[in-house]
C-alpha cells in the first residue's frame, strides 16, 4: 500500500512553480479575476498554485498578507509620468496611469482604498500625488485629504465601468435601441428625455468626465486654500 503524503512546508510539488511573492501575487490576481475578493484565502491561492497552503506563510502573512501584495502590486507596477509643474496636467498624467493598470485586474483594483501598504513601491504614487499638491502650497492635511477622495473617485469610476452593464448603459448598438425603448417607456419625463444618453455607456468619455470633475473640485480647492 502506498503512503500518500502532504507537500512538505515551504516546498512546493514537482512541477509547481518555485514559490516566491511575485509567483504568490500572480495566483491571488487570478483568484480575484475569476471570483472576487472574497474568494481569497490560503487555501484557494495555494489551490491554483498546487502547493501545501502551509507554505505560502513562508512568503506572505496570512491573507491580509495576499491582499496587502496585490495592492502593493498594482500601485508600485503604476508607470509614474515625471512631473512638467503643471497642477492639473500632472495629476490627470497620474490619473491616467492608475487606470492604465488598475484596468489590468479592475476586480483587485479597490484593495487600494482599503490596505495600509507600507512597502517604497506601494506608496510611490502617494508620494507623487502629495509632491504635486504640496509644490502649490497646499497644507499637508489638507493634500492628504484631498488625494484620498481623487483615489475614491477613480476607482469608483472604474468599478463603474467593469460592472456598468444596462443600469449605466450598453456598447452594441442593438442593446443601446432596446434599453432606449425601456427608458422612453418609463413614465419618467427626464428619464424619457434623457434616454438616448442613458441608454449607451463610453467608458473613456465617462472616465475623462470623472476625472475632469474632480479635477476641476481640486483646483478650485487649491485656489481656495
Same mark, same amino acid.
Given at each position: 500500500?502506498?503512503?500518500?503524503?502532504?507537500?512538505?512546508?515551504?516546498?512546493? #510539488?514537482?512541477?509547481? #512553480?518555485?514559490?516566491?511573492?511575485?509567483?504568490?501575487?500572480?495566483?491571488?490576481?487570478?483568484?480575484?479575476?475569476?471570483?472576487?475578493?472574497?474568494?481569497?484565502?490560503?487555501?484557494?491561492?495555494?489551490?491554483?498554485?498546487?502547493?501545501?497552503?502551509?507554505?505560502?506563510?513562508? *512568503?506572505?502573512?496570512?491573507?491580509?498578507?495576499?491582499?496587502?501584495?496585490?495592492?502593493?502590486?498594482?500601485?508600485?507596477?503604476?508607470?509614474?509620468?515625471?512631473?512638467?509643474?503643471?497642477?492639473?496636467?500632472?495629476?490627470?498624467?497620474?490619473? *491616467?496611469?492608475?487606470?492604465?493598470?488598475?484596468?489590468?485586474?479592475?476586480?483587485?483594483?479597490?484593495?487600494?482604498?482599503?490596505?495600509?501598504?507600507?512597502?517604497?513601491?506601494?506608496?510611490?504614487?502617494?508620494?507623487?500625488?502629495?509632491?504635486?499638491?504640496?509644490?502649490?502650497?497646499?497644507?499637508?492635511?489638507?493634500?492628504?485629504?484631498?488625494?484620498?477622495?481623487?483615489?475614491?473617485?477613480?476607482?469608483?469610476?472604474?468599478?463603474?465601468?467593469? *460592472?456598468?452593464? #444596462?443600469?449605466?448603459?450598453?456598447?452594441?448598438?442593438?442593446?443601446?435601441?432596446?434599453?432606449?425603448?425601456?427608458?422612453?417607456?418609463?413614465?419618467?419625463?427626464?428619464?424619457?428625455?434623457?434616454?438616448?444618453?442613458?441608454?449607451?455607456?463610453?467608458?473613456?468619455?465617462?472616465?475623462?468626465?470623472?476625472?475632469?470633475?474632480?479635477?476641476?473640485?481640486?483646483?478650485?480647492?487649491?485656489?481656495?486654500?
Amino acid at each position: 500500500m502506498t503512503e500518500t503524503r502532504e507537500p512538505r512546508r515551504g516546498r512546493p #510539488p514537482k512541477g509547481a #512553480p518555485l514559490l516566491n511573492r511575485d509567483v504568490i501575487v500572480k495566483a491571488t490576481l487570478e483568484v480575484i479575476d475569476l471570483d472576487g475578493i472574497d474568494a481569497v484565502s490560503m487555501r484557494s491561492v495555494a489551490r491554483v498554485l498546487g502547493v501545501d497552503p502551509k507554505s505560502l506563510y513562508n *512568503h506572505v502573512a496570512g491573507k491580509d498578507g495576499l491582499l496587502d501584495a496585490v495592492a502593493e502590486q498594482i500601485l508600485g507596477s503604476m508607470r509614474l509620468p515625471e512631473p512638467t509643474g503643471e497642477v492639473r496636467g500632472d495629476l490627470r498624467a497620474i490619473g *491616467h496611469a492608475f487606470r492604465d493598470r488598475a484596468l489590468a485586474h479592475p476586480q483587485a483594483a479597490q484593495l487600494v482604498l482599503t490596505r495600509q501598504l507600507a512597502s517604497f513601491e506601494g506608496l510611490a504614487p502617494v508620494d507623487a500625488v502629495l509632491a504635486v499638491l504640496r509644490a502649490t502650497g497646499c497644507p499637508r492635511r489638507e493634500a492628504v485629504s484631498i488625494l484620498r477622495s481623487l483615489v475614491a473617485t477613480l476607482i469608483g469610476t472604474l468599478l463603474r465601468e467593469v *460592472h456598468a452593464g #444596462p443600469t449605466y448603459g450598453v456598447t452594441d448598438a442593438s442593446g443601446i435601441a432596446q434599453r432606449q425603448a425601456v427608458l422612453e417607456r418609463s413614465g419618467l419625463p427626464r428619464v424619457a428625455e434623457a434616454a438616448a444618453d442613458l441608454a449607451r455607456f463610453d467608458s473613456d468619455a465617462e472616465f475623462e468626465f470623472t476625472l475632469d470633475l474632480a479635477l476641476d473640485a481640486v483646483m478650485a480647492r487649491l485656489a481656495a486654500s
